[in-house]
Each structure stands twice: as structure tokens, then as C-alpha cells.
């Protein structure tokens, strides 16, 4: 008999591992810094690089996107653990490895998930709020819309804008760094939220959005990536909302009389949708300056 928590270690972790690590590579962590940040030998890292993560079920995956957005937002170690905890609470809680340790009758991992969905919630927050910790810093203006920017993230299987977080009053750019007027709430945004809503009711894996100006060259930096590009038509609520593309990671809205364009960035969870921003953010740059 092998009790859940030792089941998971003992079979599924590494598999999680080998997403994070590469996860994080593909971020542009050295391999120094993602072994000590997983708590691994470089030797490890150097070997979940050498392969590509096998297919494994959707919770595996974002078990391992968990580990890397600890990695990359937590600098505490307890607190990266308690990240990881939790993310493992809520896969146990949705019953996503029960046939694997196989008990008739067993309730112990589903039982109790108003609490997994709390840490759940907290550590949606937490995302946001390192993902806009990165970005910061840096000039994001050439991105801005007259709407501003916003970023969204939500829970797994939302039902409601509730289920989906977002800063509230936007992002502004007074002077280039983009600043948020308070910390990422629950239903902060219904226009990102309802979007949001629509797509994570598809075939795609995205959880996480942000606003972007479209224009030429914008479209053009998110083009030269290789990313699927897909056509938005808005509609006028939840289900409303027609995507030419399944499983696309930039959005395009062309907008219409007294509606502004936009881009629309798609990620798994915040802080990969900020990376990509930066990544357009520093090819249009490059464009314009050329």
C-alpha cells in the first residue's frame, strides 16, 4: 500500500521535475541557478535537459509549471515549498491521481477541497503578483493601449469572473514602468475575465492573459515567434466569442467604430505570459530603433 504523498514522490515528482527544469531553461535561468532553485545537483539539471518530457496527463504538467513559477517568483524556500504543496493538494483534490494508486472507495485526496481551492486562489495572487514584480522595472510603453494593461489569471475550471484575478484600475505607465494602483483581486476585471472564461472553456491549455497594443509593428514582434497567431471576434459576453485558431498563444482583435484594437497575450499561468511581453516588448523595440 503506498499512502498519496509517497506515490507522488515516488512516481509522478520526476516527471513534474523534468517540465520544470525545462520550463525554467527555456526562461533563460542558467543551469546553476535552477538546480539550487529546485533543490538538485546540476548533473540533474543537465540530464532532464539531455530529454524531452515524455506525454503525461495535463496535472503533471502543471504540477512541473507550479515548481518553475515557485522557482521564479518565490525567493523564501519554505515558501516555494508551501507553493508546491498546495499545487499538489489541488491535483490530488481534483482526483487527478486516483486510478494510479487504485483503493476502492478511497476519498482521502478529494475530500477536503474547499481548502485546496483557498491555496489555490492564494497561489493564483501570488503569480500575479511576481509576475508584475518582473516587469516592474522595465519600459513597457511601446506595449500600452490607451486601455492600459491588464494581466489575468485564473483558477482551475473558473466558473464565474470571481474564479479569475486581475489588478484592479489596470496597469498605468505614467513614465515607463508599468504601476499597479493595488494588489491583483478576485473579479478585478470583467472584460480579460469573460475572455478569459471563454478560452479556458476550450481545447487549450491557456490560464493566463494580458492586454497589448496592437499595431503594426507589435503584431509583427509577436509574428517573429514562433507562436500561433489567431483571429479574436468579441462578442458581447461569456460564449460570445469566436477564435479561428485552437490553442492559440497571441490573440488579435481588430477592433471596430469606438472600440480600440488590441493584442491579447496567452499563457499557463502569469509570469509566462509577462515573459513573452518582455520577449515583444523587446523585439519591437528593436524594430522601432532599426
Same mark, same amino acid.
Given at each position: 500500500?503506498?499512502?498519496?504523498?509517497?506515490? &507522488?514522490?515516488?512516481?509522478?515528482?520526476?516527471?513534474?521535475?523534468?517540465?520544470?527544469? =525545462?520550463?525554467?531553461? /527555456?526562461? %533563460? &535561468? *542558467?543551469?546553476?541557478?535552477?538546480?539550487?532553485?529546485? +533543490?538538485?545537483?546540476?548533473?540533474?539539471?543537465?540530464?532532464?535537459?539531455?530529454?524531452?518530457?515524455?506525454?503525461?496527463?495535463?496535472?503533471?504538467?502543471?504540477?512541473?509549471?507550479?515548481?518553475?513559477?515557485?522557482?521564479?517568483?518565490?525567493?523564501?524556500? *519554505?515558501?516555494?515549498? /508551501? &507553493?508546491?504543496?498546495?499545487?499538489?493538494k489541488?491535483?490530488? /483534490?481534483?482526483?487527478?491521481?486516483?486510478?494510479?494508486?487504485?483503493?476502492? +472507495?478511497?476519498?482521502?485526496?478529494?475530500?477536503?477541497?474547499?481548502i485546496?481551492?483557498?491555496?489555490?486562489?492564494r497561489?493564483?495572487?501570488?503569480?500575479?503578483?511576481a509576475?508584475?514584480?518582473?516587469? *516592474?522595472?522595465?519600459? @513597457?510603453?511601446?506595449?500600452?493601449?490607451?486601455?492600459?494593461?491588464?494581466?489575468?489569471?485564473?483558477?482551475?475550471?473558473?466558473?464565474?469572473?470571481?474564479?479569475?484575478?486581475?489588478?484592479?484600475?489596470?496597469?498605468s505607465?505614467?513614465?515607463?514602468?508599468?504601476?499597479?494602483?493595488?494588489?491583483?483581486?478576485?473579479?478585478? /476585471?470583467?472584460?480579460?475575465?469573460?475572455?478569459?472564461?471563454?478560452? &479556458?472553456?476550450?481545447?487549450? %491549455?491557456?490560464r493566463?492573459?494580458? =492586454?497589448?497594443?496592437?499595431?503594426?509593428?507589435?503584431?509583427?514582434?509577436?509574428?517573429?515567434?514562433?507562436?500561433?497567431?489567431?483571429?479574436?471576434?468579441?462578442?458581447?459576453?461569456?460564449?460570445?466569442?469566436?477564435? *479561428?485558431?485552437?490553442?492559440?498563444?497571441?490573440?488579435?482583435?481588430?477592433?471596430?467604430? %469606438?472600440?480600440?484594437?488590441?493584442?491579447?497575450? @496567452? %499563457?499557463?499561468?502569469?509570469?509566462?505570459?509577462?515573459?513573452?511581453?518582455?520577449?515583444i516588448?523587446?523585439?519591437?523595440?528593436?524594430?522601432?530603433?532599426a
Amino acid at each position: 500500500m503506498e499512502p498519496p504523498c509517497y506515490l &507522488m514522490v515516488k512516481r509522478f515528482y520526476p516527471e513534474a521535475r523534468s517540465y520544470a527544469v =525545462n520550463r525554467l531553461a /527555456s526562461e %533563460g &535561468m *542558467s543551469q546553476r541557478d535552477i538546480a539550487d532553485g529546485l +533543490g538538485i545537483t546540476p548533473a540533474m539539471v543537465q540530464k532532464y535537459l539531455g530529454r524531452v518530457p515524455g506525454e503525461q496527463p495535463g496535472w503533471i504538467v502543471d504540477l512541473g509549471n507550479a515548481m518553475a513559477g515557485a522557482v521564479l517568483s518565490v525567493t523564501d524556500p *519554505s515558501d516555494r515549498i /508551501s &507553493m508546491i504543496c498546495s499545487s499538489c493538494k489541488r491535483v490530488r /483534490s481534483d482526483g487527478g491521481f486516483c486510478d494510479s494508486h487504485d483503493i476502492d +472507495g478511497c476519498d482521502l485526496c478529494t475530500d477536503g477541497g474547499e481548502i485546496s481551492n483557498g491555496a489555490e486562489r492564494r497561489l493564483v495572487l501570488e503569480n500575479l503578483k511576481a509576475a508584475y514584480r518582473s516587469i *516592474s522595472n522595465t519600459d @513597457l510603453s511601446a506595449l500600452v493601449p490607451q486601455v492600459r494593461i491588464n494581466i489575468a489569471y485564473g483558477i482551475h475550471d473558473p466558473e464565474a469572473i470571481t474564479d479569475i484575478a486581475a489588478f484592479p484600475g489596470r496597469l498605468s505607465s505614467p513614465h515607463g514602468p508599468l504601476v499597479a494602483l493595488a494588489e491583483p483581486e478576485f473579479g478585478a /476585471s470583467h472584460h480579460l475575465s469573460v475572455l478569459l472564461l471563454d478560452i &479556458m472553456s476550450g481545447p487549450g %491549455g491557456a490560464r493566463a492573459i494580458a =492586454n497589448i497594443a496592437f499595431t503594426d509593428t507589435t503584431l509583427e514582434a509577436a509574428r517573429s515567434f514562433d507562436w500561433t497567431v489567431a483571429k479574436l471576434e468579441e462578442g458581447k459576453g461569456t460564449s460570445e466569442h469566436s477564435i *479561428s485558431e485552437d490553442d492559440p498563444d497571441i490573440l488579435l482583435a481588430e477592433g471596430g467604430f %469606438g472600440i480600440e484594437p488590441a493584442l491579447y497575450v @496567452l %499563457g499557463c499561468d502569469a509570469i509566462d505570459v509577462v515573459s513573452r511581453l518582455l520577449m515583444i516588448n523587446e523585439r519591437t523595440i528593436e524594430m522601432l530603433e532599426a
